[in-house]
């Protein structure tokens, strides 16, 4: 199996929720090595360019507004950026955090035990994980730079 690179966001409801310690414990129990970390607050720029394949979602704005923290209150629209590396982390990250739909994530899964669909419909599901090879070397490079990635 290829050592891959994988990016992880810690999204706003994982940090108003106070997941994030639960949540780092989840992904160091792949044995993947954490290799970059940093709180960003999220532009809009940055959010659409993150999510620009879903744009013409009709999920889109909302989706937006949830990265940026608008539904959390978030000072700075902040999020936690990982990175970890390692054997195949790629698809070990996207098994640990579970289905994008937190009501189909199965149990166990970060998603399946943390997130949750608001009345308005809204998917909170804690995390970000890159989900194939192309992705995470695109989603690396817009949230990092080289040199804060310490592999
Ligand atoms: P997507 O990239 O399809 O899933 P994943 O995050 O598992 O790679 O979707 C990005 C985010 O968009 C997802 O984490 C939550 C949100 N979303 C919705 O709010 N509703 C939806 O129906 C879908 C498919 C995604």
Known sequence: MAIEQTLILIKPDGLFRRLTGLTIDRLDSTGLEMVGAKMVSVSEDLAREHYK?????????????????????????????????????????????????????????????FGRITTAQQFENVIHASSDPVDAKREVELWFKPQEILA
Request: positive net charge.
């Open 53 to 113: 394949s879903l744009s013409d979602k009709p999920f889109f704005p909302n989706l937006i507004r949830y990265i940026r923290g608008e539904f959390h209150g978030l000072k700075d629209s902040r999020i936690l950026a990982l990175v970890y590396r390692g054997e195949g982390a790629i698809a070990k990250v996207r098994l640990i955090a579970g289905a994008t739909n937190p009501e189909q994530a199965a149990p166990g899964t970060i998603r399946g035990s």
